[in-house]
C-alpha cells in the first residue's frame, strides 16, 4: 500500500483532524483516508455536472440570435433604474 507523508501542517488543521478522528473513534490516518474520499468524490461529483451543464447549454439551438436583446441595452437598463 503507498505512504502518503504530509509535512508542515498547521497545527490548527492538526488538532481540527485529530479532534474529528477521535470522535469517529478512528486513527489520524484512518479519517484522512475517509476526508480524503468525501473530498475527491465530491469535487469529481461538481466536474462531472458542470460537464452536463455545459452539455445541456451545447444541445441548446439558438440560430436567431437577433432576436435576443443586446447585453450592453440590458446592463444600461438596469443602470437607469
Known amino acids: 500500500m503507498p505512504l502518503l507523508q504530509v509535512r508542515d501542517i498547521p497545527e490548527d488543521l492538526y488538532n481540527k483532524l485529530a479532534k474529528v478522528a477521535k470522535e469517529e473513534n478512528r486513527s489520524i490516518a484512518q479519517e484522512t483516508i475517509v ?11 461538481y466536474k462531472m455536472r458542470r460537464k452536463q451543464v455545459l452539455k445541456e447549454i451545447k444541445a441548446i439551438n439558438l ?12 446592463i444600461r437598463e438596469d443602470r437607469d433604474r
Do not use: F
Not at 440560430?63 to 440590458?74: C, S
Open 63 to 74: 440560430n436567431n440570435t437577433e432576436i435576443l436583446p443586446d447585453p450592453a441595452d440590458l
Open 35 to 45: 476526508l480524503l474520499r468525501e473530498v475527491l468524490n465530491q469535487k469529481e461529483g
